[in-house]
């Protein structure tokens, strides 16, 4: 019997009181509910209010209606709900049932919604950066990790290194299917490249000269392990953050650097003063070689003009012996006599004269002529 028509069940639900713990309930009338629903929703969505058919009051419910509802309901599951905005540094990988069928660039997109399409982002543009040997945290502080920074040299020393890796991805393919985590993979293929090249290289060229020749060998090497995954990642940058000896021989080390400075400093003075004084030297060198050149013509000129000389007074020798012998000697007077610093006082005036003597001059002679 429906539950309308009971009297004594005039306050209870359409389901029957459960609650009161009252006897035996008789079951609503499952006919009657569907057509009360029929009655009351029927005329809004244009359905007939009669509600029953002749044989026994079920409901006719408008299949055409059931049919516009459930086709209304596809169609805005279908179109709104596989609507996807891909943005500009972005890609978007669309997978079927896990099958990777189309990748689609930056915009607005559709795919069939879940669960038979779903759809991967990711950032193929943005250059990620991937810190080894040491974290900074947001709030400046920088931590170091002994375990990822310590290595051995080629000459069997320990060297703290801490440095940064900055990639992207190339192939969203690749990156989304053959790896399984893309920070670890960088990761481990970076600490394993850094490890091969620091082993081959001595730890006073890692610390000195050859720091850009270990992170471009290093970027290297990372790339053809990464390549050889077939990861999809493209490696930018290799960048050394620090290169120390380990604490507890850092002192040491810094004064071993001092001194190859120190040794570098002198060296370089030495060059300094050798390329001064060596063109100097030369210069001098050149110079005298030159003066000895032109003396030694100077007398030889000189000694062919005094052989030319006494040829010449050896011929008028014997042509007047007395003339010339007298002229030799006059000539020769003149010669040491004008440059004598002497007074010469008449005999006849040097006993009534007192004669000026120069004491400041000693090589000065007073001659007294008779």
């Known amino acids: 019997?429906?539950?309308s028509n009971n009297d004594n069940n005039q306050n209870q639900?359409?389901?029957?009181?459960?609650?009161?713990?009252?006897?035996?309930?008789?079951?609503?009338d499952l006919d009657e509910v569907i057509r009360r629903l029929q009655e009351r929703f029927?005329?809004?969505?244009?359905?007939?209010?009669?509600?029953?058919?002749g044989s026994g009051g079920t409901p006719n419910l408008s299949k055409g209606f059931i049919t516009g509802i459930m086709a209304a309901v596809f169609v805005i599951w279908g179109v709104f709900g596989g609507l996807y905005m891909v943005a500009a540094d972005e890609e978007a990988v669309v997978l079927r049932f896990g099958k990777h069928v189309a990748t689609k660039g930056p915009g607005l997109n559709w795919h069939i919604p879940y669960p038979i399409e779903t759809v991967e982002k990711l950032p193929v543009t943005r250059v990620q950066r991937l810190e080894i040997g040491f974290r900074q945290f947001g709030d400046g502080t920088v931590r170091k990790r002994a375990n990822e920074s310590l290595m051995l040299t080629k000459d069997e020393n320990i060297v703290d290194i801490s440095f940064i890796v900055q990639y992207k991805i190339k192939s969203v393919e690749?990156?989304?299917f053959n790896i399984d985590s893309a920070?670890?993979?960088?990761?481990?293929?970076?600490?394993?490249?850094?490890?091969?090249?620091?082993?081959?290289?001595l730890i006073d060229d890692v610390l000195t000269t050859k720091k850009?020749?270990?992170e471009v060998e290093t970027q290297e090497l990372i790339q053809q392990i990464l390549d050889s995954y077939e990861a999809g990642i493209s490696v930018s940058t290799v960048k050394l953050q620090d290169v120390q000896p380990p604490e507890r021989v850092i002192k040491e080390f810094k004064d071993v650097a001092s001194a190859r400075e120190d040794k570098e400093r002198a060296k370089n003075e030495a060059e300094a003063y050798a390329?001064?004084?060596?063109?100097?030297?030369?210069g001098e060198g050149k110079k005298m070689v030159l003066d000895a050149e032109a003396y030694g013509k100077a007398v030889v000129e000189r000694a062919k003009g005094e052989a030319?000389?006494?040829?010449?007074?050896?011929?008028?020798?014997k042509q007047a012996p007395e003339v010339t012998r007298k002229r030799l000697y006059m000539d020769t007077m003149q010669e040491v006599l004008s440059k004598a610093d002497k007074i010469i006082v008449d005999g006849k005036v040097a006993g009534h004269v007192l004669p000026y003597l120069p004491l400041n001059k000693n090589a000065n002679k007073v001659e007294v002529q008779k």
């Open 42 to 53: 029927g005329g809004f969505f244009g359905g007939s209010g009669g509600g029953s058919n």
């Open 13 to 28: 639900n359409p389901w029957g009181n459960r609650g009161n713990g009252g006897g035996n309930q008789t079951p609503p």
């Open 1 to 3: 019997m429906p539950w």
């Open 275 to 282: 390329n001064a004084i060596i063109p100097n030297a030369r």
């Open 212 to 214: 850009a020749e270990v």
């Open 183 to 201: 920070t670890k993979t960088v990761r481990d293929a970076a600490e394993s490249a850094i490890r091969e090249v620091i082993g081959r290289t």
């Open 308 to 317: 030319d000389r006494f040829e010449s007074l050896l011929l008028a020798y």
């Open 174 to 176: 690749n990156f989304l």
